[in-house]
């Protein structure tokens, strides 16, 4: 193990690293404590400058309250909500499908369909922007939750099926020739062998995917123009245009829009960091 | 076994999907996800590129000029410093993986409590960059941010850096660099986990401690998790866009735009949609290359 383990070095070293770990930690998260402690001030508290000490009264209940009973907060959530959860389904459905018959057919092309997705992935958004955006208003999904439902599915489809086809990929072939010698339909090979199998890469994928589209901004800008279909990354933004200088009221809706997939990643830990770490071991 | 007997349906219909079937099973998994991808993805880069050669706000006919918008482009001044903040952006997201790496070192150990200190950690990644963008945006507030707190109480002026045309690309790279640095933790973390512990062993019993040791040994078997961390680092600085919108919308005065966002503001509000085509282009082209090596590297890993 690289460095050395500490605790084979004593207990004031032991102690010395916790304390240092400690700092650390206190100086990394000193923007995301600032925020919460922001979100329970009064507006007193702000205007005379007091924003980095003790508040001088506790309004987490007026605060978070002001956030949902007057601005549409809690329309933004369920937006996310409707986009996300679809999204997450549709794109690992596909994306499941596509990773087999890539992991496990040759057929010409095989690679280049491949290599495909995976270029996908990283190019710039601004070079889909304005066709994307014009394909959604010719198909009457422009402002709605569809429009960025068909987006992020097509696009997400694309890491998905790298990231399932590697999956797939590492599966022994003696099990799909077995089951072909039994007879098995192709169909049935892929429902009944591999999916089973591929449970903990959906959930991999499920918890990226979510987090990844639940913070998407750019596409939440450009394909959203109405309350009635922003996500709450933009309608964050519209509000803070709104408020001004009322930060509690921003970080109180702030800490909101980040709520639901900062719980995921605490109780889904495990799967994230496998998913997003996917290749990084391997050569 | 007997019921295939008794019911004789369609068998000339069964028989050809039966034979073809191992051509037929992986052409039907593959179309839906392919479609999607042709039709929001593939499609929409061919038709950015046809956009770019003509004169259009949108709504009316699209005028073709041939290369106009490019000759415009490269005599922008503003395209340049869109692009030298990308370079800016790009060369100093770099710090990304070397601090990923020295953090993931500090923390790699195996006491009571680590596994929450590295969840902790990794925090800053799972949120949105609208609200790291909003909390960057306070800290250097000049009437309410810390970090003018900070500066008064060393006895230092307060300074805007939102403000500054010339702090400005700088100060929103230092809130990038806040969740990149935890992602690039996170795969050296993993890369650190999977070091392989008997060479470790061997390279001490030889004496070799220290930094010789992470150098010669820990460092050329993270070379996966240098080799992701490397490229998500590029690609994100290459398409810088959040943050920018967040907290400068390219001001003051553009110093702060960069070429994702510059499209954008062409496309969106000048209703340029040939010109930010364009923009786009480059952008891609750009891009490109870096994706074109680590799709290269990635193949040729798989050949092996």
């Known amino acids: 193990m690289f460095p050395a383990p500490i605790h084979t070095k004593g207990a004031w070293t032991v102690m010395s690293y916790r304390v240092a770990v400690i700092i650390a930690l206190g100086l990394w998260l000193i923007p995301l404590m600032a925020i919460a402690l922001t979100s329970v001030r009064s507006l007193e508290d702000i205007n005379k400058g007091n924003l980095w000490g003790w508040p001088s009264k506790f309004l987490l209940i007026e605060n978070y309250s002001a956030v949902f009973t007057t601005t549409p907060m809690a329309t933004f959530l369920l937006n996310s909500i409707l986009i996300t959860v679809p999204t997450v389904i549709g794109s690992i459905a596909l994306a499941a499908m596509a990773g087999f018959a890539l992991a496990k057919y040759k057929f010409r092309g095989n690679v280049l369909l491949f290599a495909m997705f995976i270029a996908g992935n990283f190019i710039p958004f601004q070079i889909l922007m304005i066709p994307v955006r014009d394909l959604t208003i010719s198909l009457g999904m422009y402002d709605t939750i569809w429009g960025l439902i068909a987006f992020h599915v097509a696009f997400q489809s694309g890491f998905c099926t790298l990231f399932m086809r590697n999956f797939i990929k590492a599966l022994p072939d003696a099990l799909i020739e077995a089951a072909r010698m039994e007879g098995v339909s192709e169909i049935n090979i892929f429902f009944r062998i591999i999916l089973p199998l591929v449970r903990p890469a959906l959930a991999a994928l499920s918890v990226l995917i979510f987090t990844f589209v639940w913070n998407d901004y750019f596409w939440a800008l450009v394909l959203a123009q109405t309350d009635a279909a922003r996500p709450v990354t933009a309608g964050l933004q519209s509000l803070k245009g709104m408020w001004v200088s009322s930060w509690q009221l921003i970080s109180a809706g702030s800490i909101v829009a980040a709520l639901l997939p900062v719980s995921i990643f605490f109780l889904m830990q495990r799967h994230f960091i496998a998913g997003l770490t996917l290749g990084a071991t391997k050569e | ?304």
């Open chain 2, 1 to 304: 076994m007997s019921s295939s007997l008794s019911l004789p349906r369609a068998p000339q219909r069964r028989s050809l999907w039966r034979r073809h079937e191992k051509t037929l099973a992986p052409l039907l998994f593959l179309t839906p996800a392919l479609l999607a991808f042709c039709l929001f993805v593939v499609w929409p880069i061919l038709s950015s590129v046809w956009i770019s050669f003509h004169e259009w706000d949108g709504l009316s006919p699209k005028v073709f000029i041939g290369l106009d918008n490019y000759r415009e482009l490269f005599s922008d001044d503003k395209f340049y410093v869109a692009l030298s903040n990308n370079i800016k952006w790009l060369v100093l997201y770099l710090l990304a993986p070397v601090g990923g790496l020295m953090l993931a070192l500090f923390l790699n150990q195996q006491l009571r409590g680590m596994r929450l200190v590295k969840a902790l950690f990794f925090f800053p990644f799972v949120i949105s960059q609208v609200v790291v963008g909003v909390i960057f945006s306070w800290f250097y507030d000049p009437n309410f941010g810390l970090l003018n707190v900070v500066l008064n109480a060393v006895g230092l002026p307060g300074i805007a850096p939102l403000g500054d045309e010339h702090m400005v690309t700088y100060a929103i790279i230092v809130a990038g660099l806040w969740p990149q640095i935890a992602y690039c933790m996170i795969l050296y973390l993993t890369g650190l986990n999977n070091v392989n512990p008997e060479l470790v062993e061997a390279a001490r019993m030889d004496g070799c401690k220290g930094f010789p040791l992470f150098w010669n040994i820990i460092l050329p078997q993270l070379r996966p998790a240098t080799f992701i961390a490397v490229v998500v680092t590029v690609i994100g600085a290459l398409r810088s866009f959040d943050l920018v919108a967040i907290m400068t919308n390219g001001g003051p005065y553009d110093s702060s735009t960069v070429l994702g966002y510059f499209m954008y503001e062409q496309a969106i509000f000048a209703y340029r949609m040939g010109y930010g085509a364009a923009i786009a282009t480059v952008l891609f082209l750009i891009m490109d290359v870096y994706i074109a090596f680590f799709l290269v590297s990635m193949l040729r890993k798989e050949a092996e």
